[in-house]
């Protein structure tokens, strides 16, 4: 199984920055794409950005130019830099791996429990 470990969230004012981490571990052979979804009360669960093994990202349009994805894959580790955060960005946070435990078969999805970013007005 795979187990991921969210740290970084927090509360913080409109225009100020958090830093995600999410750690990947368990018996893994590989992960393809990790990334952070986040969840708004009364909404549903959105994409916010993902970033592949070999470094290509994919981020949301609310959060382009203000969120940065990185990984670190030695570490299976994936990143979510947030700067000039608005009140629409608070959210429940979670990370997510594509992950193959054994080569021979096909990779799953694979959650964190979440971490509550609150940016207040």
């Not at 830093?19 to 893994?28: F, P, V, Y």
Request: one cysteine or more.
């Amino acid at each position: 199984q795979v187990q991921l470990a969210e740290s970084g969230g927090g509360l913080v004012q409109a225009g100020g920055s958090l830093r995600l981490s999410c750690a990947a571990s368990g018996t893994i052979f590989s992960i393809k794409t990790m990334g952070w979804y986040r969840q708004a009360p009364g909404k549903q669960r959105e994409l916010v950005a993902g970033i592949t093994s070999g470094g290509s990202t994919n981020y949301a349009d609310s959060v382009k130019g203000r969120f940065t994805i990185s990984r670190d894959n030695a570490k299976n580790t994936v990143y979510l830099q947030m700067n000039s955060l608005k009140p629409d960005d608070t959210a429940v946070y979670y990370c997510y791996a594509d992950a193959k435990l054994v080569p021979w078969r096909p990779g799953g999805d694979y959650w964190g429990q979440g971490t509550q970013v609150t940016v207040s007005s």
